[in-house]
Nanobody, 124 residues
Framework: QVRLVESGGGLMQAGGSLRLSCAASGIIFRITAVGWYRQAPGKQRELVARITRANIDTYADSVKGRFTISRDNAENTIYLQMNSLKPEDTAVYYC??????????????????WGKGTLVTVST
């Protein structure tokens, strides 16, 4: 199975920066897209940023110009650089990977896997 582990969350004052990381492990044949999503208390999970294999990136309007998604293909790691943080950025941040993975049986399986999340709290 593929596993995603997020790190880098924590408490930050408004205006500060944090960098989230998401490390993938397992037999990964191909990653077609990776993304960061967030869920604030009492709200639905929403897309923050996503980047495809063709390097087409998408950002939520609320984070454009402040957040940047990137990836290290060699290390199977994706990052979310968050600058100029605002209290409304407070949420649990999840990473997601889409593509194909293996189980060592010679077959390929569709991959849509989520990490368990990391909490980001931005204070005033």
């Amino acid at each position: 199975q593929v596993r995603l582990v997020e790190s880098g969350g924590g408490l930050m004052q408004a205006g500060g920066s944090l960098r989230l990381s998401c490390a993938a492990s397992g037999i990964i044949f191909r990653i077609t897209a990776v993304g960061w999503y967030r869920q604030a208390p009492g709200k639905q999970r929403e897309l923050v940023a996503r980047i495809t294999r063709a390097n087409i990136d998408t950002y939520a309007d609320s984070v454009k110009g402040r957040f940047t998604i990137s990836r290290d293909n060699a290390e199977n790691t994706i990052y979310l650089q968050m600058n100029s943080l605002k209290p409304e950025d407070t949420a649990v941040y999840y990473c997601k990977a889409e593509g194909e993975y293996g189980l060592g049986d010679g077959r390929s399986y569709d991959m849509n896997v989520w990490g368990k999340g990391t909490l980001v709290t931005v204070s005033t």
